[in-house]
Nanobody, 124 residues
Framework: QVQLVESGGGLVQTGGSLRLSCVAS????????MGWFRQAPGKEREFVAA????????HYLDSVKGRFTISRANAKNTVYLQMNSLKPEDTAVYYC?????????????????WGQGTQVTVSS
């Protein structure tokens, strides 16, 4: 079992920045691919970013490329999502998730463990 706890969400103005963190406990953190997903009210859950076990590979939703950066610190059992140039359409609950496979990392069904989510609100 893996427990995931997100933090760092909040209210920010358009163009602002936030850094989300997700701390994992339970099994060996470096054995998991980590991903970030988000869900806005009335919309389906959406893939945002994923990072491989060592951090050497990353994958992003097209609309966040160049604005968001996913990274991980295996020694701290933590994955981060640095979000810059935020837009109102980035408003959502953001979830981190853990998977044992990097293939099809954009598919939520590939992830076995999920955090409880953290709210990000971008005001216009």
């Amino acid at each position: 079992q893996v427990q995931l706890v997100e933090s760092g969400g909040g209210l920010v103005q358009t163009g602002g920045s936030l850094r989300l963190s997700c701390v994992a406990s339970g099994r060996t953190f470096s054995s998991f691919v980590m991903g970030w997903f988000r869900q806005a009210p009335g919309k389906e859950r959406e893939f945002v970013a994923a990072i491989s076990w060592s951090g050497s590979r990353t994958h992003y939703l097209d609309s966040v490329k160049g604005r968001f950066t996913i990274s991980r610190a295996n020694a701290k059992n933590t994955v981060y999502l640095q979000m810059n140039s935020l837009k109102p359409e980035d408003t959502a609950v953001y979830y981190c998730a853990a998977s044992e496979s990097y293939s099809n990392a954009a598919l939520g069904s590939k992830y076995d463990y999920w955090g409880q989510g953290t709210q990000v609100t971008v005001s216009s």
